[in-house]
C-alpha cells in the first residue's frame, strides 16, 4: 500500500468519448504528477501541480486537461483522444523537492 | 542535458544467482537526486532508494546494494541471491531540477529482469 489510489484501473474509451482519470493521495504531499507510459517508452512526465498549482506542462495536447481541485487530489480528463494515446497513466506524489515519488497503481487506457 | 541510460534492455537469470543492472547518468549540476524504482507486473512503481549526489557510500538494504560513483556517473544496483518475485522492470531516474518544491524525474528506459526458478 503506497498510499496513492487511482481509478479506474481500466478504461477502454471510443476517440469521442469524454472520461477522468483520478488519483487520490494520503500521505500528506504537496506536489502531484500525471506520467504516461507506453511501451517501449520512457515514462513521459505530462503535468505537475505544486501547492494546487500547475507548475509544468510538458507539451501535452489539450486532449488532457488535469484538474487539482485540492492537494490530495488530481484528475486527468480526457477528450477526443487518438488511438496513440493508450497507454498507462500514472499518478504520483511527492512531499519537497529532491524528494522521492510514491506512485499509484496505474490507469490502462484503451483508445479504440 | 540530462539522460539517465539504463543500457540492459532485459536479463535473464535462474534463480539464487546475483544481478547487477547498470545506470550511467548525465547531467551538468553538482546537485542532483538519483532513484531506482521497481515496477512488477502489477504496473506500480515502487520506490526502492534515493541517493544524493553529495553521499557517494554504497548502500545494502538485505539482498539489494547499490554503489554509486560520481567518477563514471554510474549507480548500479544489485540483487543478490535473486528470486522469481524480483522479476520485474527496474527504472533507474535522475533529478536536477527541484528547486520549486517538487521534483522533475529523468527515468531511464527500464531493464527487464526475468528470474527463473
Known amino acids: 500500500e503506497t498510499g496513492v489510489t487511482q481509478t479506474p484501473r481500466h478504461l477502454v474509451m471510443g476517440m469521442t468519448n469524454k472520461k477522468s482519470l483520478k488519483c487520490e493521495q494520503h500521505l500528506g504531499h504537496n506536489a502531484m504528477y500525471w506520467y504516461k507510459q507506453s511501451a517501449k517508452k520512457p515514462l513521459e512526465l505530462m503535468f505537475v501541480y505544486s501547492l494546487e498549482e500547475r507548475v509544468e506542462n510538458n507539451s501535452v495536447p489539450s486532449r488532457f486537461s488535469p484538474e487539482c481541485p485540492n492537494s490530495s487530489h488530481l484528475f486527468l480528463h480526457l477528450h477526443t483522444l487518438q488511438p496513440e494515446d493508450s497507454a498507462l497513466y500514472l499518478c504520483?506524489?511527492?512531499?519537497?523537492?529532491?524528494?522521492?515519488?510514491?506512485f499509484g497503481p496505474g490507469t490502462r487506457l484503451t483508445v479504440t | 542535458a540530462q539522460k539517465v541510460t539504463q543500457a540492459q534492455t532485459e536479463i535473464s537469470v535462474v534463480e539464487k544467482e546475483d544481478v547487477t543492472l547498470d545506470c550511467v547518468y548525465e547531467t551538468r549540476d553538482t546537485t542532483y537526486y538519483l532513484f531506482w524504482y521497481k515496477q512488477p507486473p502489477s504496473g506500480e512503481l515502487v520506490f526502492l532508494i534515493r541517493?544524493?549526489?553529495?553521499?557517494?557510500q554504497n548502500e545494502i538494504s538485505g539482498r539489494y546494494s547499490w554503489n554509486f560513483q560520481k567518477s563514471t556517473s554510474s549507480f548500479n544496483f544489485t540483487i543478490t541471491a535473486s528470486q522469481v518475485v524480483d522479476s520485474a522492470v527496474y527504472f533507474c531516474?535522475?533529478?536536477?531540477?527541484?528547486?520549486?518544491?517538487?521534483?522533475?524525474?529523468?527515468f531511464g528506459a527500464g531493464t527487464r529482469l526475468a528470474v527463473h526458478p
Open positions: 504520483a506524489s511527492s512531499q519537497e523537492g529532491g524528494d522521492e515519488q510514491y
Open positions: 541517493r544524493n549526489s553529495f553521499d557517494e
Open positions: 531516474a535522475l533529478s536536477d531540477d527541484f528547486s520549486g518544491g517538487y521534483n522533475k524525474l529523468i
